[in-house]
């Protein structure tokens, strides 16, 4: 074999006298080199075919894998895993494309797909799916070509020539208009009492998602200085494996992006609150001994492990359903957060997007102000809304007043003793 300098392949003669180019053209997804392979009758034919391919290969030209088909790119992502998607993106990925793309154009090789088929595809979905839908399909399409174009794979993302789809006012709506003033008023009476009681305030009072909460550490909370630090987000996961079977799973992530990493001011009676709430929770540690399991979060179940989000909604809804509180997604209190704030006071709108862990002002704006009619005081203002109703109706106790402030736990435990 005649071997080249590190990078630029190599040439080697077959049993059957051919010689064989191997040129490296990327890496696969779990880190093994990928070559492209040519043979040849001469040793003379195959040098000057290294040198071209090699050309070829810096003008972005040359592509390999000519078997590999949509499906089998897919399927090999998913399997190995990427450093650009995490486990849970990458399972979402596959089973939108599974269900909606390869049926159609899973068998095509992958470097033979254009756009024109892709938009075609694309808009045969739009007349069956809602615009979110074919959104989520072009997004999971997208996501494997810029791998595929960044393994050499293909030559271009032909999917970034598509166009994205139109919503139409008979599309349903994910999230619901945020709450009036008077039904944020209602939900707050709703939930006193019950075991979501803290984890909602704090939900109110600083337009956390719902992973963040969750992955609230005890660590996080800075007690002399009335703040908290946002260092990640958990959840559960079902992962589809490769023989059908599903895995579920916690997964512990950094939060999305650089600026979701941030460090929120609380008001006095929502850190009041926690102590009791951090009392309690060691009461119950305490109580439980060997079976406790002192995961360290904040918000748990009844054995101290993280809390499921499925359940946190089940529990989050029924209340609303059994007070008549009009439902809205977990995720639309955070907008409740941001909107009653920015009506509050539009100056706000540089530290509400700080609070909400936005990476501009401008995707705040983007996102809000056409529900709002908008300084580093966000959490704290959030406040001055929500206390005087609480204080009117049913103070929040102040340390000095001991009661039990619930832990998150099953849906069928009934809170005992629960002063009202």
């Not at 992502?77 to 599974?98: A, Q």
């Not at 349903?172 to 003033?181: G, L, M, Q, T, Y």
């Not at 039904?183 to 337009?207: Q, S």
């Not at 909370?221 to 987000?233: G, L, N, Q, V």
Request: charged share 25%; aromatic share 8%; net charge positive.
């Amino acid at each position: 074999m005649v071997r080249s300098n590190k990078g630029l392949g190599g040439v080697y003669r077959t049993a059957e006298g051919k010689y064989t180019v191997k040129v490296p053209v990327g890496k696969y997804p779990n880190g093994k080199t990928r070559y492209v392979k040519r043979s040849f009758d001469t040793k003379r034919e195959a040098l000057h075919a290294q040198s071209a391919m090699i050309q070829q290969r810096e003008n972005k030209e040359l592509v390999a894998g000519p078997r590999t088909t949509l499906m089998n790119w897919c399927e090999e992502v998913w399997r190995n895993g990427s450093d650009r998607i995490d486990d849970r993106t990458s399972d979402g990925y596959y089973r939108t494309l599974k269900n909606h793309v390869f049926p159609v154009l899973g068998k095509r090789p992958l470097k033979d797909i254009t756009s024109t088929e892709l938009q075609a595809l694309l808009s045969k979905l739009r007349r069956k799916y809602s615009a979110n839908t074919v959104k989520n399909v072009r997004v999971a399409l997208s996501a494997m070509f810029t791998l595929a174009l960044k393994h050499n794979m293909v030559i271009v993302n032909p999917v970034r020539a598509t166009e994205l789809p139109r919503e139409s006012e008979f599309d349903p709506k994910r999230a619901k208009p945020p709450w009036s003033d008077e039904e944020l008023e209602a939900a707050i009476l709703a939930f006193e009492g019950t075991n979501l009681e803290v984890p909602f305030m704090v939900l109110v009072n600083t337009g956390l998602r719902l992973g963040e909460l969750l992955g609230l550490r005890w660590e996080d909370i800075d007690w002399p200085s009335h703040s908290i630090s946002i260092e990640r987000t958990i959840s559960h996961v079902s992962l589809l494996q490769p023989d059908g079977s599903t895995v579920y799973k916690v997964q512990v992530r950094k939060p999305k992006t650089r600026t979701s990493r941030r460090v929120l001011q609380l008001t006095s009676p929502l850190i009041d609150a926690l102590r009791i709430y951090q009392s309690e929770y060691e009461l119950q540690a305490m109580l439980k001994g060997a079976d406790w399991q002192n995961s360290g979060y904040v918000f748990v179940n009844s054995v101290g492990g993280p809390v499921d989000e499925s359940r946190f909604r089940k529990q989050f809804y029924r209340v609303l359903k059994q007070n008549r509180v009009r439902p809205i997604r977990i995720h639309d209190v955070r907008h409740t957060f941001a909107t009653r704030l920015i009506e509050k006071d539009g100056g706000m709108l540089p530290a509400v997007s700080k609070a909400l862990g936005h990476s501009t002002v401008s995707i705040t704006m983007d996102v809000y102000a056409s529900t709002a009619r908008i300084d580093n005081q966000a959490t704290l203002a959030m406040g001055d809304i929500v206390y005087p109703t609480r204080k009117k109706n049913h103070p929040l106790p102040s340390t000095t007043t001991p009661t039990s402030l619930p832990l998150i736990v099953n849906e069928h435990h009934k809170w005992a003793n629960r002063g009202t």
